[in-house]
């Protein structure tokens, strides 16, 4: 038996993000009662894209996420493993938020019968100090500054705000014809390009398929709006919660915990590799060079509670960035399908 994997593009870890298509471009809604009372006459067109998909009546954004396991037998038959997973983060907001802040509503769908949501892996930042894990599902508000469109993602407490993003681009692309014939973008830059690879000459949809009417999607381009420190485990044991396990113990001053040895990046830092400085509340040291990983980001050490902690920064300002599915250089935009282009795809696989 032969098998085969293949995994959807990287994203920015712990949170889900709603973004919007133009309505006139796309459907997949009622283009009557929106939910809002607010006049578009003063909304920015950003905005107006924006809520044009991402009101709840006009059926929500859809983040495609999938990673397949696929074998074949001694006779050539393709199965599909009940490990694999091939879903949706579908999100939506009651009104407009020119109306005032709204909340988002945050959910999942499998695309595939045979296939289950997988538990959601849980974040940790460090916030003012102290260390807060992600809310699952995902709690968020939005709101209109200036032009464009922020998200505050929440804590696992309901209040604590660990995440800001800035949406500032949305460029809607209308769908038709054969779902094979689409952009090579969508395929090269989202998981919907999971589908494209043949197994002993086997499609894993129908390639006769066609997208539903009002199909399209929606290329998003959005920026942190603070420093985002992430932490983790430094070492065993693995924990959840608010409380990883540190580095070291018993170190409690940065000065004196170099050279220190990262068998995570396969290298020996130096003090001298990194500036001290004070990020998100905590004393910490952060790496001169970036770290490597998509969006950009930087190893970070950080003093707390009489240890040292191991972490990540994403820098405020950084361009939420995602990796093609067969790697190359980062894209900008994130990629999401509205309610008929989602029901294309789901009608349109075969397993």
Not at 202 to 224: F, H
């Amino acid at each position: 038996m032969k098998v085969y994997k293949k995994q959807t593009v990287n994203r920015y870890l712990v949170l889900v993000a709603a973004s919007a298509v133009l309505l006139s471009a796309c459907g997949g809604g009622s283009s009557g009662d929106s939910g809002s009372t607010a006049s578009t006459a003063n909304l920015s067109d950003t905005q107006k894209n924006y809520e044009s998909f991402a009101l709840a009546a006009n059926g929500g954004l859809h983040y495609l996420v999938a990673s397949l396991a696929l074998s074949t037998s001694s006779t050539g038959a393709v199965s599909v493993s009940p490990s694999s997973t091939f879903y949706t983060e579908d999100s939506s907001i009651p009104q407009s938020p020119a109306n005032g802040t709204q909340s988002l509503t945050v959910t999942t769908t499998s695309l595939s019968s045979a296939l289950k949501v997988p538990a959601r892996s849980i974040g940790r930042l460090v916030v003012n100090g102290a260390i807060y894990s992600g809310a699952a599902p995902a709690q968020a508000h939005v709101s209109y500054v200036g032009a464009n469109v922020r998200e505050d993602y929440f804590a696992s407490d309901g209040s604590t705000v660990i995440h800001s993003s800035l949406g500032t681009s949305y460029t809607a692309v209308p769908l038709s014809g054969l779902i094979s014939g689409s952009p090579s973008e969508l395929f090269t830059n989202s998981a919907l390009g999971t589908l494209t690879n043949t197994i002993n000459g086997q499609s894993l949809y129908n390639k006769q398929a066609t997208w539903q009417t009002g199909a399209a999607y929606l290329k998003v381009v959005r920026q942190t709006v603070n420093d985002d420190l992430f932490t983790y485990d430094c070492v065993a044991p693995a924990t959840t919660g608010n409380s990883p396990t540190p580095c070291s113990a018993t170190t409690s001053t940065l000065e004196s915990f170099f050279p220190y040895t990262s068998t995570a990046d396969g290298k020996t830092y130096q003090l001298s590799d990194g500036q001290i400085m004070t990020v998100q509340g905590v004393r910490a040291w952060v790496s001169n060079t970036v770290l490597g990983g998509v969006p950009t980001d930087y190893r970070v050490y950080y003093q707390l509670n009489g240890g040292i902690y191991a972490g990540y920064l994403i820098k405020a300002g950084t361009t939420l960035q995602i990796e093609p599915l067969g790697g190359g250089t980062p894209q900008d935009n994130y990629y999401f399908l509205n309610n008929a282009a989602m029901q294309s795809i789901r009608s349109a696989i075969s397993f």
